[in-house]
């Protein structure tokens, strides 16, 4: 059972516009989203991420719209670069009582220049 | 920039064998988590530990895995008998007390032949 969904494995986008990458969940328990960007060969990184309490995150050309009745969140790239070509994961976390992340299955970007 | 340090970065071993990794947290995190990534991106908890204490973990884990997070010594995750489906990416995370993020190493890429 897949408690956090990646709707798509593969996107891509040219370069200069905005790629929306969209992720669901199951468990209304989730409080915490972060998104992850990972490079081959690298750890994961957190890009952004959002409490449940909001339902919109700003960082730079980040954005994470995040709709809790619904139990989706999407990750907005805007004025997207070559250099954002990489693996984007989608996160969440419990509330307390239980810390570890539970990730959805990816969506490898590629920006085209 | 995620500070985690994890050693070695690849690791090949014949099937039975055992297979140890190492993780040192970023400065002054108690918290410290340890995932396998496999190649389908999916990932897996398999411990948890805040300073030297086991938090939670996975049946999978109580069986062929052992961990632990010595004091002033750094963490470590070892298979005592490797089998193929432990190839994987091993990632090592940490987190601060009271903040959410969990930062990731580079991980240690196991190849079990």
């Known amino acids: 059972q897949q408690q956090v969904r990646q709707s798509s494995q593969s996107l891509t986008v040219w370069e200069g516009e905005t790629a929306i990458l969209n992720c669901s969940y199951e468990n209304s328990a989730f409080d915490y989203f972060p998104w992850y960007q990972q490079f081959p060969g690298e750890g994961p990184a957190l890009l952004i991420a959002i409490r449940s309490v909001s339902d919109k995150k700003e960082d730079g050309r980040f954005t994470i719209f995040f709709n809790k009745r619904e139990k989706n969140l999407s990750l907005h790239i805007k004025d997207s670069q070559p250099g954002d070509s990489a693996t984007y994961f989608c996160?969440?976390?419990?509330?307390?009582?239980?810390?570890?992340?539970?990730f959805g299955s990816g969506t490898q970007l590629t920006v085209m220049p | 920039n995620s500070k985690v340090i994890q050693t070695p970065r690849y690791l090949v071993k014949g099937q039975g064998q055992k297979a140890k990794m190492r993780c040192i947290p970023e400065k002054g995190h108690p918290v410290v988590f340890w995932y396998q990534q496999n190649k389908n991106n999916e990932f897996k908890f398999l411990i948890n530990?805040?300073?030297?204490?086991?938090?939670?973990q996975i049946d999978m884990t109580e069986k062929r895995f052992s961990a632990e997070c010595p004091s002033n010594s750094p963490c470590s995750l070892e298979i005592q008998s490797s089998e193929a489906g432990d190839s994987a990416l091993y990632l090592c995370?940490?987190?601060?007390?009271?903040?959410?993020?969990?930062?990731f190493g580079p991980g240690t890429r196991l190849l079990v032949l």
């Open positions: 996160a969440a976390r419990g509330s307390s009582g239980s810390w570890q992340l539970i």
């Open positions: 995370a940490s987190r601060d007390w009271d903040q959410d993020t969990q930062y």
């Open positions: 530990f805040q300073n030297q204490e086991v938090l939670q």
